[in-house]
């Protein structure tokens, strides 16, 4: 098994940045696939972004593409989700999530095996 936690959430105004981690602990983050997924206040839990475990493949909900960078640091067992131009339709709780290795690209929920608590985002307008 492997236990995720999230951090880097906060308050930001339109146009900002902030960048989250995900640190895993138990077993090796390299023998996982990672996602992130957010879930705004009446809404499901919606897809972000993946990447394989080698770090070799990512994808992005078209409504972050060129604005979000998914990337991970296998040695450190960490991922981070860089976000850019953030908008205040992004306020959301954001997940990090990790799925079996050897996966090309896993962008539904039951895909995935492990959740972390979740880290909160705010964009202000």
């Known amino acids: 098994q492997v236990q995720l936690v999230e951090s880097g959430g906060g308050l930001v105004q339109a146009g900002g940045s902030l960048r989250l981690s995900c640190a895993a602990s138990?077993?090796?983050?390299?023998?996982?696939?990672m996602g992130w997924f957010r879930q705004a206040p009446g809404k499901e839990r919606e897809f972000v972004s993946d990447?394989?475990?080698?770090?070799?493949?990512?994808s992005y909900a078209d409504s972050v593409k060129g604005r979000f960078t998914i990337s991970r640091d296998n040695a450190k067992n960490t991922g981070f989700l860089q976000m850019n131009s953030l908008k205040p339709e992004d306020t959301a709780v954001y997940y990090c999530?990790?799925?079996?290795?050897?996966?090309?690209?896993?962008?539904?929920?039951?895909?995935?095996?492990?959740w972390g608590q979740g880290t909160q985002v705010t964009v202000s307008s």
């Open positions: 999530a990790a799925g079996p290795k050897g996966s090309w690209r896993l962008v539904t929920r039951n895909e995935y095996n492990y």
């Open positions: 138990g077993r090796a983050f390299s023998g996982y696939h």
């Open positions: 990447i394989t475990w080698s770090g070799s493949s990512t």
